[in-house]
């Protein structure tokens, strides 16, 4: 066997033995990373600024250099993207910039990415499927992977910049790591990089259906990508079957080069036309579609913690008794945790941190959330049952970097703990002495989406914000539904949203009228043909705004956009 194809093999067992010799001595493993952090990028202008002085140890760096947010960071890092090549952040230059969710002064949020983050990617990827496998097997199949890399752009500087997706699957190293995976993709990759979002996701069920025996992981970064695949198989499928029967690939796919690379996959096939026809007409509203397409699959992977969690009933729905399992804990700034119990529920699941890809600290939440000094404590100091904001140092320059993320630690692997995503810090409802979190307008809107399910309708997304422009202040809730229930449905609707808030400080301020009557807002629905092909927008979480966090396009306000509020409801006082 040539040594190229020695390293093409990948051994499971292997990558987890690894993972347990680095959980045993945690706390050991985090110095060294640490230190390796500090040594590599010692010269850098951010380092020096704060009299490290070439110290690695993490009790000087704590007390050196300070707890900081993005804005902090903001002018050095724009730096770098205007193309400044003196070492800044890093020893090594950054040559690409990643696109954080959310805004800074309405312009995107820039994060460095490195050839050390893809290093750290790689290894939970690996890592995570080496659980997974050992779960549940797959050899000899396909993924039907709903990914869409979109373009990247240049900087000012040069840079090449993306989302974090799409800088991942850009990269050159994603491929080699598949084919070691032995998973390789249903869709070429003129789909997955294709410059069309609409197509490209067409494309995507396409291939899935064509190798349909064959596909044994669904996935997608996150849970609501699937759901809008299966969404829109809902209203394309009869024009899909026509494709197969007929072995032409429909008009609407306008792209060349993706035309011609799904061209090439497609024949005339009228029996598998006939029998995904038979499946389709043998379901009762949908339920169960995934397993009856696709027969051998074994589980679906995606993001399904934190704003995901309220689309697992709809992902439930499609896949019948198929296992979901979420995917490992990260973000544009750089990953934390694996999941390495793939059987837990997503509701249940837990991330084990990677003592070797980042230093990390946890700020306790029994502290003060805008403390001027809390005191973070280090990974294998904090304790069980306890809640946590998350710090992260990394590879690409950030330090003592405040990620915003709430986490509960749920237990330990070894010495290094498992925590359990609770919410976004800075996601809050609040206006004066309330605070609601991600996590409670989940839980609201999960308990009036069960007034609209009895009409056998349902909240399809959600978003949230605090209208301070009225006296008093009052929370806007946005929804888009599956129909058109009567008015006083939604008005029901509206007043358990107001009462499903348990939070102390707003059930008082509503009593005493320190908070206004909350409001409910349902959005124009789009026509069907434009819900199946165009009208990818999705409602973001928190801030009002439509967005669809796959594209890697800017994000637009709603005033932008042909998707007027067409009605609302307040609170019955």
């Not at 549940?136 to 869409?148: D, E, M, N, W």
């Not at 689309?311 to 990260?330: Q, T």
Request: net charge negative.
């Amino acid at each position: 066997m040539t040594l190229e194809k020695m390293e093409d093999v990948f051994d499971p067992e292997a990558v987890i033995e690894e993972f347990e010799a680095l959980t045993i001595d945690a706390g050991e493993v985090q110095r060294e990373t640490l230190k390796k952090i500090l040594e590599e990028n010692g010269e850098a202008e951010y380092l020096r600024e704060w009299g490290l002085n070439g110290r690695t140890d993490p009790e000087s760096f704590m007390a050196c250099v300070p707890l900081v947010t993005h804005k902090d960071l903001e002018s050095y890092i724009q730096r770098i993207a205007d193309g400044e090549d003196s070492p800044i952040l890093t020893g090594k230059p950054i040559t690409t910039i990643s696109l954080s969710s959310g805004t800074t002064q309405g312009k995107p949020k820039f994060v460095p990415f490195n050839d050390e983050l893809m290093e750290n990617t790689l290894q939970i990827f690996k890592t995570s499927f080496a659980f997974r496998n050992r779960e549940y097997p797959i050899a000899g199949g396909k993924a039907l992977q709903f990914i869409y890399s979109s373009k990247q752009f240049l900087t000012k500087g040069g840079l090449a910049a993306g989302t974090a997706t799409t800088n991942v699957y850009r990269h050159s190293k994603i491929k080699k790591t598949m084919r070691e995976l032995q998973i390789p993709f249903c869709c070429p990759d003129e789909v997955i990089f294709g410059p069309d979002f609409h197509q490209s996701l067409y494309c995507h069920l396409l291939c899935g259906l064509l190798f349909r025996d064959r596909v044994q992981v669904i996935s997608s970064t996150f849970a609501h990508s699937i759901i809008h695949a299966f969404r829109t198989f809902e209203q394309v499928w009869e024009e899909l079957v026509i494709d197969i029967r007929q072995g032409i690939l429909s008009t609407r796919i306008t792209v060349p080069s993706v035309r011609s690379a799904i061209s090439k996959l497609l024949k005339p096939d009228p029996e598998l036309a006939n029998t995904i026809s038979d499946k389709i007409l043998g379901l009762s509203d949908w339920k169960g579609l995934i397993p009856e397409l696709f027969p051998n699959t074994k589980y679906i992977f995606g993001i399904m913690t934190g704003s995901m969690e309220p689309y697992l009933m709809k992902l439930r729905h499609y896949a019948g008794n198929l296992p979901l399992i979420s995917a490992d804990y990260g973000s544009s700034e750089g990953w934390i945790g694996v999941n390495v119990n793939p059987k837990l529920p997503p509701e249940l699941t837990t991330f084990a941190v990677l003592p070797n890809i980042g230093y990390f600290e946890f700020i306790p939440l029994n502290e003060d959330f805008n403390s001027v000094e809390p005191n973070p404590v280090g990974l294998t100091e904090v304790k069980i049952g306890e809640e946590y904001e998350v710090i992260v140092t990394n590879f690409a320059g950030l330090y003592r970097y405040r990620l915003g993320d709430v986490v509960k630690v749920k237990g330990f692997h070894n010495s290094t703990p498992e925590l359990q995503f609770v919410c976004r810090k800075n996601l809050l409802l609040t206006i004066n002495i309330d605070k609601n979190t991600e996590k409670d307008l989940q839980l609201s809107v999960e308990a009036a989406a069960r007034l609209l399910s009895a009409e056998k309708q349902e909240v399809i997304d959600f978003t949230s914000l605090v209208d301070t422009s009225t006296d008093p202040g009052h929370y806007v809730i946005f929804w888009e539904t599956s129909g058109d229930p009567e008015d006083e449905i939604h008005q029901g609707c509206c007043n358990c949203l107001d009462i499903s808030f348990v939070d102390a400080g707003y059930m008082s301020s509503r009593k005493v009228n320190t908070i206004g009557a909350l409001e409910l807002r349902i959005v124009k629905r789009v026509d069907q043909e434009k819900r199946a092909l165009g009208s990818c927008c999705r409602i973001g979480r928190g801030e009002g705004r439509w967005m669809e966090k796959e594209k890697g396009e800017q994000e637009e306000t709603w005033d932008s956009l042909d998707f007027p509020v067409w009605d609302k409801f307040c609170v019955v006082l």
